[in-house]
């Protein structure tokens, strides 16, 4: 399993395990964490799960993925450096224990 931590807008956090090989929104919707939506179930058609990657894991989630960026482009938050989809990270045990910043809304 890996833990992965969840840090709500409001700074609370919520560590939760996931599969290797699930992503960090299916973890987060599976865990019933707050502020991810993946409307288009993980599909990359929306930014409903947007998330902020601590900066430091952002160098082992890795870059955004084709197409992230436009999809980005209409999140409904601030987008900055470390944003991602959460749809588009993979669990592995090199993230285990990896942080990601919820942003203030998603819709």
Known sequence: MVKVTYVAFDGTET?????????????????????????????????????????????????????????????ASEVTSTSRLSCQIKLTSDLDGLRVYLPEEQV
């Open 15 to 75: 560590t939760v395990e996931g599969e290797p090989g699930a992503n960090v929104m299916q973890t987060a919707l599976d865990n019933n964490i707050e502020g991810i939506v993946g409307e288009c179930g993980g599909s990359m058609m929306c930014a409903t799960c947007h998330c902020h990657v601590d900066e430091a894991w952002a160098d082992k989630t890795g870059p955004r993925n084709d197409g992230e960026d436009d999809m980005l482009e209409c999140a």
